[in-house]
């Protein structure tokens, strides 16, 4: 019996190359250096500080540039609301996504289910094992997910005949 996963992996490796090669070009552009604009990452979340406004949208432009460069998908990164911080200095969080939320599982397993294809869906934790039959049958699975335009960086892995 054929199958294969649907998960949603962003490699933690390359976010911390992205940010390595931001704090190197903070320290290096004249607008940026000498000032208290800073990125870090803890766990899931990578937080950005700036001094006001206008840098601080430099620095989340810096982020996506890189996270483009190193292939991070953009759909992983998600920006939270910009918050005033101490100093007069102002932080935004960004969510590295990881993992397929049940939300999200159930409503791609109810769509396949839907569509009538011969194959059988089964919610893996985050992710999604899809299994059956003939191999032509998953790879019409993976068109019609990909089709379905989900805000996540969704990958197809493991793919078993």
């Known amino acids: 019996m054929a199958s294969f996963d649907i998960v949603?992996?962003?490699d933690l490796m390359e976010v911390d190359n992205v940010i390595?090669?931001?704090l190197r070009e903070v320290k290096q552009r004249f607008d940026l250096a000498g000032t208290k604009c800073d990125v870090q990452r803890e766990g899931n979340e990578v937080t950005i500080t700036a001094d006001d406004t206008m840098k601080m949208d430099q620095m989340a432009e810096l982020l996506r540039k890189y996270a483009a460069r190193s292939d991070i998908?953009?759909?992983a990164l998600q920006f939270g609301s910009k918050e005033t911080g101490s100093g007069g200095s102002i932080r935004q969080s960004v969510e590295?996504?990881?993992g397929i939320d049940g939300d999200i599982g159930r409503r791609i397993s109810k769509a396949i289910k839907n569509?009538?294809?011969k194959v059988q869906v089964a919610i893996q934790g985050s992710e999604l094992r899809v299994?059956?039959?003939k191999l032509d049958e998953l790879q019409s699975?993976?068109?019609f997910v990909k089709a379905m335009e989900i805000?996540?960086?969704l990958e197809y892995v493991n793919m078993r005949d």
């Open 131 to 133: 299994s059956g039959k």
């Open 20 to 22: 390595n090669g931001i």
């Open 115 to 117: 569509n009538k294809f």
């Open 96 to 98: 590295v996504k990881q």
């Open 151 to 153: 805000d996540l960086p």
């Open 73 to 75: 998908n953009q759909k």
């Open 8 to 10: 949603c992996r962003t």
């Open 141 to 143: 699975v993976i068109a």
